[in-house]
């Protein structure tokens, strides 16, 4: 089964540059989330959605950063303008309910 | 809110050793409670789960007891082996609640 999966894998930008993830749950799940992972700071919850809708977003770090859920199959998360502190890995991931929650692989992003 | 405390790592054992990572929460209601593992390079898999008190966890030889009077998930493996080297996250989910909150994490090294 495919699991979560994120795009793209890798990725190296300039300051100033829009940065845009995207992510697909896996099949019927109803929740998605969005995670940041920094040396500093540890894994933070960025967002996170039940059924499309945006439910708690208070991790969001500012106004650059959004985050939108047009469909139950894709997710996009993006920074514009993006800055070096946003360098980090995001990560994905999707849970049915209140079941397992299963993370994708993540995104590396660099802002140089 | 929700908190974790993990104890510091990294956590270094020779092979075969008997590991322990400590870890106490705080939360919301009565959680459930999560230990997950990141490889390296990769997204974070769940090892172990309990959902309610008394509840032992065990997964690949890892085992891990919902101790609701101490709050804590303590995780322990009889015999380690190198390819248990990971990071190992504590993640309450507070009741009514889909999202995790992670601890810091603890990194294990085992040595052969």
């Known amino acids: 089964d495919a699991g979560v999966i994120q795009s793209p894998r890798h990725e190296v930008t300039e300051m100033g540059q829009e940065v845009t993830l995207r992510c697909k749950p896996i099949?019927?799940?109803?929740?998605l989330f969005w995670y940041r992972q920094t040396m500093m700071r540890g894994l933070e919850l960025l967002i996170y959605?039940?059924?499309?809708?945006?439910?708690?977003d208070s991790g969001m770090p500012e106004d650059r950063f959004s985050a939108k859920m047009p469909n139950a199959s894709f997710s996009t998360l993006k920074i514009q303008p993006s800055e070096p502190r946003d360098s980090a890995v995001y990560f994905c991931?999707?849970?049915?309910?209140?079941?397992?929650?299963?993370f994708g692989e993540g995104s590396w992003l660099t802002v140089v | 809110g929700d908190s974790v405390t993990q104890m510091e790592g990294p956590v270094t054992l020779s092979e075969e050793a008997f590991l322990t990572i400590n870890c106490t929460y705080t939360?919301?209601?009565?959680?459930?409670l999560f230990w997950y593992v990141q490889y390296p390079g990769e997204g974070l898999q769940l090892l172990l789960k309990?959902?309610?008190?008394?509840d032992k966890g065990s997964n690949k030889g890892f085992e891990a007891t919902y101790r609701k009077e101490t709050t804590s998930f303590h995780l322990e493996k009889g015999s380690v082996q190198v390819s248990d080297s990971a990071v190992y996250f504590c993640?309450?989910?507070?009741?009514?609640?889909?999202?995790?909150?992670f601890g810091s994490g603890t990194r294990l090294q085992v040595q052969p």
């Open positions: 991931a999707s849970s049915l309910g209140r079941n397992t929650i299963y």
């Open positions: 099949s019927g799940h109803n929740s």
């Open positions: 959605f039940n059924n499309n809708v945006p439910i708690d």
């Open positions: 939360a919301t209601g009565y959680p459930s």
């Open positions: 309990a959902t309610k008190a008394d």
């Open positions: 993640a309450p989910r507070a009741a009514g609640r889909r999202a995790l909150t």
